[in-house]
């Protein structure tokens, strides 16, 4: 976006951001009210409010009043002042998802990947597209306030991905790649910011302690504690797909044994269900299923078998479930969450089997159980939980960095 449009290098400046992220929050407001709300003296709103209008970011609207004199005027944000790029990058799709100044979702592409997940390739399709989709809905290029890319893995604040076991990447300088093709600002997150979403479409639980665990392509887990999303000294809090569960259990991307990870997500799924057909094993997953099959597609087949009683899938099930509630305990003895939520492709299918099981397993494993209460409930952020999540970052970002 234009460096004049929000920017923090004054004190003048700051106070836009300030008063953005107050419309951002509260909605439609009056000048008088952003003077409380911040603090500033009436003149000084006035001469913010002129920039910000200047610049295309608010809009005015007159309230009807019955009285003589000047009308009330509430203040919002432009939805069309600027706009947020949303990418996610997983091993079959890159998504991209273009949001308004609200964070509202405008338009959205996906792109299939196929077995090759080597980062050039990857940067190639995913820099056509996203010229792409500027150029389609005809945006100027300074109105695009930034761009936020997400991807399960171990990333740095300067946009390194240390390593992503699903993509197979380490150690790559993604951010580097992209600002040396674009002059937006980039930013690279984990799969954490996935709870933003979810927050956005059940804003009653901004005020709980929550434990968002992901069974995907890889194993994930975020924390909010007070209304904050934690991240930890390296920002990797919550890591529980690598907490070793079977010691010189199966190889994992990160190149331990017996990780969580391992074990229970998509593609671990895949590939037990493949051996175990291998071997022999009898079930209607084999009618269904070869070696082309990907594994969000092997999980629906699974949960297809699981309803028609197939014995062999019923048992895949009580493997992810076993894991699962172990895990689940785990995160509750550990954080002390009010809400633990289920989100991926692996749980979904299978929720209210799978949180009656963990309620289950919470009364033998979690420490003063009787004593807690903690709502399980399923993922509804929907499948563009991380195109919205990372979209709401680069948004808080903006408008509360210094």
Same mark, same amino acid.
């Given at each position: ?120 390739? $990857?940067?190639? =399709?995913? /820099? &056509? ?7 389609? !809905?005809? #945006?100027?290029?300074?109105? %695009? ?47 954490? $910011?996935?709870? =933003?979403? /979810? &927050? ?7 005020? !709980?302690? #929550?434990?968002?665990?992901? %069974? ?187």
């Amino acid at each position: 976006m234009d460096k004049n449009a929000i920017d923090s290098r004054s004190a003048g400046r700051r106070n836009e951001k300030m008063v953005l992220a107050l419309l951002e929050k509260h909605g439609p407001i009056s000048q008088s009210r952003i003077c409380q709300l911040t603090r500033l003296g009436s003149s000084t709103v006035s001469t913010i409010v002129s920039r910000l209008r200047e610049k295309d970011l608010i809009q005015e609207h007159p309230l009807p009043s019955g009285k003589r004199g000047a009308k009330p005027v509430l203040i919002r944000i432009n939805p069309l002042g600027c706009y947020i790029i949303g990418v996610e990058i997983n091993p079959n799709t890159i998504r991209l998802g273009l949001f308004d100044f609200h964070c509202e979702l405008i338009e959205q592409i996906a792109i299939p990947l196929g077995n090759d997940h080597s980062f050039d390739p $990857v940067m190639g =399709l995913l /820099e &056509i597209n996203l010229r792409g989709l500027v150029s389609k !809905k005809m #945006i100027p290029p300074e109105k %695009i306030l930034g761009i936020g890319i997400t991807l399960s893995g171990s990333v740095t604040p300067a946009g390194l991905v240390e390593l992503s076991s699903p993509l197979g990447w380490k150690m790559v300088p993604l951010k580097q790649r992209l600002m040396e093709t674009f002059n937006w600002p980039i930013e690279l997150h984990s799969n954490k $910011v996935r709870l =933003l979403a /979810e &927050i956005r479409s059940q804003p009653a639980l901004q005020s !709980k302690n #929550i434990f968002y665990f992901n %069974i995907a392509d890889g194993v994930g887990s975020t924390l909010l504690i007070d209304g904050r999303l934690i991240h930890g000294a390296t920002r990797r809090i919550g890591e529980l797909g690598h907490m070793t569960v079977i010691p010189n259990g199966p190889l994992c991307g990160c190149g331990h044994r017996g990780c969580l990870e391992a074990l229970i997500s998509g593609p671990a799924i895949l590939q037990k269900i493949n051996a175990d057909l291998a071997d022999g094993r009898q079930t209607i997953l084999r009618r269904w299923m070869d070696q082309q099959t990907k594994p969000e597609q092997s999980l629906e087949f699974l949960r297809q078998a699981v309803e028609q009683r197939d014995r062999y899938a019923l048992s895949v099930l009580d493997f992810i479930m076993e894991h699962l509630c172990r895990a689940a305990s785990i995160a509750v003895n550990l954080f002390d969450p009010d809400v633990l939520i289920l989100a991926g492709y692996v749980s979904q299918p299978f929720f209210s089997y799978l949180a009656e099981q963990i309620r289950n397993d919470f009364a033998d494993h979690v420490y003063d159980w009787p004593s807690r209460k903690i709502e399980i409930l399923p993922s509804r952020a929907g499948k563009e939980a991380l195109i919205r999540g990372v979209a709401q970052a680069v948004l808080q970002n903006a408008l509360t960095s210094a």
